[in-house]
């Protein structure tokens, strides 16, 4: 076959078959950008949201240019990719616009023979800001307005990013702790996250009512224990923790492995997965960055031998190269009700 003939061949097929011929040349053109970015050094973070970018601006554009484009010779296809466009606009402004910024309190009650009096814990995970803004303030105000007897605060306080903004936004977010006179009657305590490593984070609770567990340290209480975990600990998913005699006890860290680990405490409770910030339905999140099966990334999981875990889903979410979305998978503050049996 001549050149001219490949040439001919070529055409006829772009002119009978533009949805065939464009589907094919996105495939080419979202790989060529995949490796690109692999190429260029992305970490996974850059790659999703690439992907991201593929769907939500590039997809939308071509499908709601197809539609406009076909409207006449293939009025049926052209309508698919309307629909096609219009889901995909109302998915990504939903993800990225108002879900990350929709905040469920989510309120959670056990029952226990080993308490005489009813216990509230407030647990705020994973605030990971950036740019500490209202929604943060708002966050930590319903913290403080949940009148709970126990206060967890379980690390990751400031997203990473260059030191001035980081600064700024861990300066805003004490601001915010003094502003409110943040209390509980029975403490507030805090653990270290993985983006608290490489600087001293101990002042940004200078001067509070917080207190800073950076080793693995149980603290005894009339009517129950708390065992905060250092970051290492949280991560080991082979760690011994040994009852509190007889009374009840609280374990919290950072990462959820722990759980994996001969814990011997009554309610573990944990952070950092952000839910997945991702859910699918019926299959739950994909990834939630730790060791635990995905099917304990965020609520309540029953683990055997009145033990049980809850992962919070936090109430920021991954910034930094990654795409800043959460899609059917809300922001939570959580408020766990401890009540006689």
Not at 123 to 142: C, P
Not at 177 to 192: C, K, M, S, W
Not at 194 to 199: A, D, I, K, R, V
Request: charged share 20%; aromatic share 10%; net charge neutral.
């Amino acid at each position: 076959m001549s050149d001219r003939a490949k040439l001919n061949l070529a055409s006829v097929i772009w002119l009978e078959k533009p949805l065939f011929s464009l589907i094919v040349g996105l495939v080419l053109l979202s790989f060529t950008g995949l490796l690109g970015a692999v190429i260029c050094g992305e970490n996974r973070f850059g790659i999703v949201r690439l992907l991201c970018d593929g769907l939500f601006w590039h997809g939308f554009a071509v499908m709601a240019g197809l539609a406009w484009l076909l409207w006449r010779r293939e009025p049926l296809v052209a309508r698919a990719c309307g629909i096609v466009a219009i889901m995909v606009a109302v998915i990504g402004i939903y993800a990225f616009r108002i879900e990350p910024y929709w905040l469920e309190i989510s309120r959670l009650q056990l029952k226990t023979d080993k308490l005489e009096q009813p216990v509230k814990i407030v647990v705020v995970a994973d605030l990971q800001s950036d740019v500490f803004g209202e929604y943060e303030r708002k966050a930590l105000r319903l913290a403080n307005d949940a009148k709970g007897d126990i206060i967890l605060f379980l690390g990751d306080y400031a997203q990473e990013s260059p030191y001035h903004v980081r600064d700024k936004s861990l300066q805003d977010f004490k601001a915010t702790l003094q502003e409110i006179n943040i209390n509980a009657p029975q403490g507030i305590y805090a653990v270290r996250g993985n983006l608290e490593t490489g600087y001293d984070w101990n002042p940004v609770f200078d001067g509070l009512p917080v207190r800073l567990l950076e080793q693995t340290e149980t603290v005894e209480l009339p009517n129950l224990c708390i065992t905060g975990l250092s970051l290492t600990d949280s991560h080991n998913a082979k760690l011994f923790i040994p009852e509190c005699g007889e009374k009840f006890h609280v374990v919290f860290g950072h990462v959820p492995n722990f759980a994996l680990g001969d814990v011997r405490g009554d309610l573990l409770i944990a952070g950092h997965t952000h839910g997945g910030q991702l859910r699918i339905p019926f299959i739950g999140p994909l990834a939630t960055a730790s060791k635990i099966p995905n099917q304990w990334g965020a609520g309540i999981t029953d683990l055997g031998n009145n033990r049980t875990l809850f992962v919070s889903r936090g109430i920021g979410m991954e910034r930094g190269y990654a795409p800043r979305f959460r899609f059917l998978c809300r922001p939570e503050l959580a408020i766990i009700e401890l009540l006689p049996a």
